[in-house]
């Protein structure tokens, strides 16, 4: 999105638009509370493979530095890196936001990065792009390391949401504005391990709001 040259426009356009209809059935495990299945593996994983596809055509020729935001990019990323057959190097740049609901507080780096990006193509990669604060900060802070570019790629654009001037140049899939879990993303640090993107009943993060009782309570163990 910084510089123009590398025009992935085609990519952001033909992402999928996952519309809110329920595409497979929610694993019984999960049934009191994930309402619906809005995105199945199998669907992630031919995304990611066309996504890869792009992405290696774009960089090749430069060795690549991913920059991964924790935690919410783990799946994503294992998958996405395993399919760039690129000479690549990993980094990890921690972000947090304060507060446990659905709405992203103030953002404070819990980890910095490592290597050193300077001259470097960077491909910064997150979960779900939503209101944009989150890109803002971190694209903020590695343009400050004058990388020769930075191209972003997120797994879910959630476009309704957005309050910043931020698109992603690799988009998996536009999602409705509903919260959802799985593949990574969390609520209140679980969810993670879903290997599908599900979308939580209300109930499970509506008892988020000040005074009553945890969502863990209502989390059969
Ligand atoms: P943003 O700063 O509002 O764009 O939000 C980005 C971050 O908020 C992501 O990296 C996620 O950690 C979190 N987030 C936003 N929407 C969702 C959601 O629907 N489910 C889980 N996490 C979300
Ligand atoms: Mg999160």
Not at 59 to 84: C, H, K, P, S, Y
Not at 95 to 111: P, R, W
């Amino acid at each position: 999105m910084f510089d123009a040259p590398f025009l992935v426009t085609s990519v952001k356009r033909s992402a999928p638009r996952i519309s809110a209809r329920a595409p497979a059935r929610v694993p019984p495990r999960w049934r009191t509370e994930v309402e619906r299945v809005l995105i199945t593996e199998e669907q992630i994983a031919q995304r990611i493979r066309k996504m890869s596809r792009q992405i290696v055509l774009d960089f090749t020729g430069r060795e690549m530095v991913v920059v991964a935001v924790l935690n919410g990019t783990v799946m994503f990323l294992a998958d996405l890196i395993r399919n760039l057959s690129l000479p690549l190097r990993l980094d990890f740049i921690g972000l947090s936001s304060y507060g446990l609901g659905t709405e992203s507080g103030e953002l404070v780096f819990t980890k910095e990065l490592r290597l050193d990006v300077r001259g470097r193509d960077v491909l910064l990669v997150d979960d779900i792009l939503d209101t944009g604060k989150t890109l803002q900060v971190v694209l903020r802070k590695l343009h400050a390391l004058k990388p020769r570019r930075i191209q972003t790629c997120v797994l879910l654009n959630k476009a309704a949401r957005r309050t910043q001037q931020v698109e992603a140049d690799y988009i998996g899939f536009h999602i409705p504005d509903v919260f959802v879990v799985g593949y990574g993303l969390d609520f209140a640090e679980r969810y993670r391990n879903l290997p599908f993107i599900g979308v939580l009943y209300p109930h499970v993060y509506e008892a988020r709001v000040p005074g009553s009782p945890p969502a863990q309570n209502l989390i059969p163990e």
